[in-house]
């Protein structure tokens, strides 16, 4: 196997194409031999049924012959286009996965819809929805429900959601942990669950009116008259119907039946169809769930997550997909009302209403289980997709998420959306509480980036997954961010409303949990063998309250940050305005570190570059001005002798 990542997806997709290519081949040339087989025997059969023996009887056997290798030629022709797309499908997902890891967000395939709420604590800020997202690089899932899942953690991961107030939030992201490691190093069983998840199709449909269906009542269960009579009639329209044919029975009393049919017909086959319609639209990707949940329950796992997992899959003796492709059997069986012979099957047999009656056989045996193992199926796909973004990235880690914790500790921290190649690490450390971290800096320098990456690798942490970072130790802790702040026009919210309405979000959040009656560390103590029951708060304020002039912001900016240093919570806040913290408090609580750039004069006029490094202490540079003459803004040079008009 070629040595890491993209080079062993890169040679699994030339592989897999070039195999592809020849087995394309392949398929045009049996199908050009099956259609010369049907036309062969479509010769024969004609010639001998215009022939006499024993002429007539050579060309029959013939016409067979050619038949029965048309038949095997149709089986062989699908055999090869079935591994054909098999292997294209799984060459795209290899090329899809060099894209997710050069962070080529403009060809990777965006397969959520939809943005993050606004009102929400994190998401938006954090960059989890939407294009060039954590869900965008994570979303290697094949089916609807793994996506859901795994958006669903990432919601939850940072928020009183997550459980962690009574451990078993904890204890289930140590079990998804322990799915992560174990499923990382199967790249080959992760691959082939996303393509069996991706054959139920693109989009992959919502399972919502399927589960509907399989929970809901059932329709015949209390029209057991009509069933039997829908059983009965049509048997005995067949028996009359021949008896007369055979010159038993002299009158059509077939007609009878046929009424009873017209009569039952006229009650449940709307409904039956309509009911049935309900199921089909789903049918296309019964047989995918079903490979798929076949999968799933193949290997044996040590992890207790994906043990249960594969016990959810058994019933009664039965698997899951045995289960399910039951259903697609008797799905398939189903006659379309838009047939031209519809008509006549129901008025002769009352077809759909005794496939309905099978189906619904079905819904009584499996359907209250059928939700359970989709939601299985969900879940094993978006602990696939973590254990693939470990796999993908191997020097990241899984981080060490501890109760007893006060800090964030972490090492060589990067920001998990940019790529290897463009990615700046750090160690940084948030708290103990009763402490901030000031971050300063000058425009463009990373004060914006190095928030997000604290938040973003405390979400994948407490979602379950890999963090960038070699080394993470945190505890479980609830996310409110203040970044990328709007006005409302549907609120009829100002830009500093909103932000001042955000602003009290976190702190009344930071409240509520230092209001916990867990026991309080004292002010600037280390507090390690805390043992925590509620979340403390981790906020990451950035730039706050721009909209107001520098001395009120500066005062309310104080205000915020003191409020905040006075419950149990944990956090960042960067800042342009390099005295905020000289209040004698704040300097004493202040862990100031700061991001700089890197002047050289050259021949074209002074070059700038960042180095996205922290260094201790406040800023001591700015580079606005210096900016604005790179961009061509430069002010115009006075005139004569005259004095230099000032603005």
Request: proline share 6%; glycine share 10%; net charge neutral.
């Amino acid at each position: 196997m070629p040595d890491g990542p993209a080079a062993w997806y890169a040679d699994r997709r030339d592989r897999f194409r070039a195999e592809a290519a020849e087995l394309a081949i392949r398929a045009a040339r049996l199908a050009n031999i099956r259609l010369l087989l049907f036309a062969g025997m479509a010769v024969a059969a004609g010639w001998a049924y215009w022939s006499e023996p024993p002429l007539a009887t050579i060309l029959w056997v013939v016409a067979v012959v050619l038949g029965v290798a048309f038949v095997v030629q149709v089986v062989r022709y699908r055999r090869v286009e079935r591994r054909r797309r098999h292997l294209s499908g799984l060459a795209d997902l290899a090329d899809e996965a060099l894209l997710r890891i050069a962070r080529d967000w403009h060809r990777l395939p965006l397969r959520h819809e939809g943005g993050a709420d606004p009102l929400h604590p994190y998401a938006g800020d954090l960059d989890l929805l939407g294009h060039g997202s954590l869900l965008h690089l994570l979303e290697s899932t094949g089916t609807r429900l793994g996506e859901s899942t795994l958006k669903g953690w990432l919601l939850d991961a940072g928020t009183a959601r997550a459980g962690f107030h009574d451990g078993a939030g904890l204890e289930a992201v140590r079990q998804r942990q322990a799915a992560v490691q174990e499923l990382a190093p199967l790249a080959e069983w992760r691959e082939e669950l996303v393509w069996r998840g991706r054959a139920t199709g693109s989009p992959s449909p919502d399972p919502e009116l399927f589960l509907a269906w399989a929970e809901g009542d059932r329709f015949l269960a209390s029209r057991q008259a009509l069933v039997w009579g829908a059983r009965l009639s049509p048997p005995l329209f067949w028996a009359l119907l021949l008896a007369q044919m055979g010159g038993l029975i002299g009158w059509p009393l077939w007609i009878g039946p046929v009424v009873v049919n017209l009569l039952i017909g006229w009650r449940l086959v709307g409904t039956a169809v309509g009911r049935l319609n309900q199921v089909r639209y789903f049918a296309g990707a019964l047989g995918a769930y079903a490979d798929a949940l076949d999968h799933l329950g193949g290997p044996s796992f040590s992890a207790p997550a994906l043990q249960r997992l594969q016990a959810a899959l058994r019933v009664e003796g039965h698997s899951a997909a045995a289960e399910i492709r039951r259903l697609y059997g008797i799905v398939r069986l189903a006659q379309p009302a838009s047939s031209m012979v519809y008509p006549l099957i129901e008025l002769t047999t009352l077809w759909n209403v005794h496939v309905l009656s099978l189906l619904e056989g079905w819904q009584a045996k499996a359907g209250p289980r059928a939700r359970g193992w989709l939601e299985a199926l969900g879940e094993a796909e978006a602990l696939a997709a973590l254990a693939r973004l470990k796999y993908d990235n191997p020097s990241w880690g899984l981080p060490d998420l501890d109760p007893a914790a006060t800090r964030f500790e972490a090492r060589a921290l990067g920001h998990p959306l940019l790529g290897g190649d463009h990615r700046v690490t750090n160690d940084l450390t948030l708290g103990p509480p009763g402490t901030f971290l000031l971050v300063t800096g000058s425009n463009m320098s990373g004060k914006s980036t190095l928030l997000r990456a604290v938040g973003v690798n405390t979400v994948l942490a407490q979602a379950g997954g890999p963090v960038c970072a070699t080394a993470l130790r945190l505890p479980p802790l609830d996310v409110w961010t203040a970044m990328r702040i709007s006005d409302s026009l549907e609120r009829g919210v100002s830009f500093f409303m909103a932000e001042l309405e955000r602003l009290r979000d976190v702190v009344e959040a930071a409240r509520a949990a230092g209001e916990s009656p867990t026991p309080q560390p004292p002010p600037h103590c280390d507090g390690e063998g805390e043992s925590t029951g509620t979340p403390r708060v981790l906020y990451l304020l950035d730039e706050i309250l721009q909209g107001t002039n520098t001395a009120e912001r500066q005062i309310a900016a104080r205000r915020v940050i003191r409020l905040l240093l006075g419950c149990r919570a944990i956090g960042a806040v960067s800042t342009h305005d390099l005295t905020l913290a000289d209040a004698p408090d704040l300097a004493a609580s202040a862990q100031a570190i700061h991001l700089t750039e890197i002047v050289v004069d050259g021949p074209d006029g002074a070059q700038m570059s960042f180095d996205y490094r922290i260094r201790e202490g406040i800023a001591r540079s700015t580079n606005a001005l210096r900016l604005l003459d790179m961009v061509g803004l430069r002010e115009p040079e006075p005139e004569g002798l005259g004095p230099r008009a000032e603005g």
